[in-house]
């Protein structure tokens, strides 16, 4: 199987910078993915990387640093309806997707 | 942009009974499918792929016998829980792709929430 490992939990208040750390191991690598998902709901597409460097969406950026096996995926100006799981999905060289255990990101006013 | 459906989005069922999930993409063909199913507060688990007129791929530890899939069509797959024990209970998730493989963006289903009593 893959390796993925994502912090459990954060918290953080209205307006704030939240950076959630993703570090993975697959057998091979065809980039990554960071989906958002609320409780009960099924995932929706954040972000996808496949060259190391940032991509910028809006108040979403993900950075991929293929050599570390590493990512982040980093939420500006923070919104109480940001409140949510967030899950790195890293795409192994026989193209499966993998996800993590998901962060939960709680927003506090 | 691109919308998968699923039904039902809930099913109670008794033990030893079998359900039957579907799972649609609405606006687009999708040449695969996978589905995925999920425990409280745990990730996402792979459980098969599922190519349109194919046999699915299903993942190691996943029983092909207990978890039959069909992809008649570009547009629709479905999911036959047999003969389903409480251990069945989960979340399970399609989602679908216009590539061959995870390559390309998958778009989810909203979940079906599957309680075996």
């Known amino acids: 199987g893959q390796n993925i490992d994502q912090p459990t939990e954060m918290t953080a208040t209205e307006g704030a910078i939240v950076q959630i750390n993703c570090t993975y191991q697959t057998s091979g690598f065809n980039g990554l993915f960071w989906y958002q998902q609320h409780a009960g709901e099924a995932p929706t597409f954040l972000s996808y990387?496949?060259?190391?460097g940032l991509e910028e969406k809006g108040r979403f950026s993900s950075f991929l640093s293929r050599s570390k096996g590493y990512s982040y995926l980093l939420l500006k100006e923070l919104q109480m309806k940001d409140s949510a799981s967030y899950l790195c999905?890293?795409?192994?060289?026989?193209?499966?997707?993998?996800f993590g255990a998901g962060t939960t990101v709680t927003v506090r006013a | 942009g691109a919308v998968v459906s699923q039904h039902p989005s809930r099913v109670i069922c008794k033990s030893g009974t079998s359900v039957k999930i579907e799972c649609r993409s609405l606006?687009?063909?999708?040449?695969?499918m996978f589905w995925y199913r999920q425990f409280p507060k745990k990730s996402l688990m792979l459980m098969a792929t599922s190519n349109e007129g194919s046999k699915a791929t299903y993942e190691q530890g996943v029983e092909k016998d207990k978890f039959l899939i069909n992809h008649a069509s570009l547009t629709l797959s479905t999911l036959t829980v047999t003969s389903a024990h409480p251990e069945d209970s989960s979340f399970y998730i399609c989602s679908a792709t216009t590539g061959t493989s995870g390559y390309n963006e998958q778009f989810f289903g909203p979940g079906t929430r599957l309680t075996v009593l």
């Open positions: 990387n496949v060259l190391d």
């Open positions: 999905a890293p795409i192994s060289g026989d193209y499966k997707l993998s």
């Open positions: 606006d687009f063909q999708a040449t695969t």
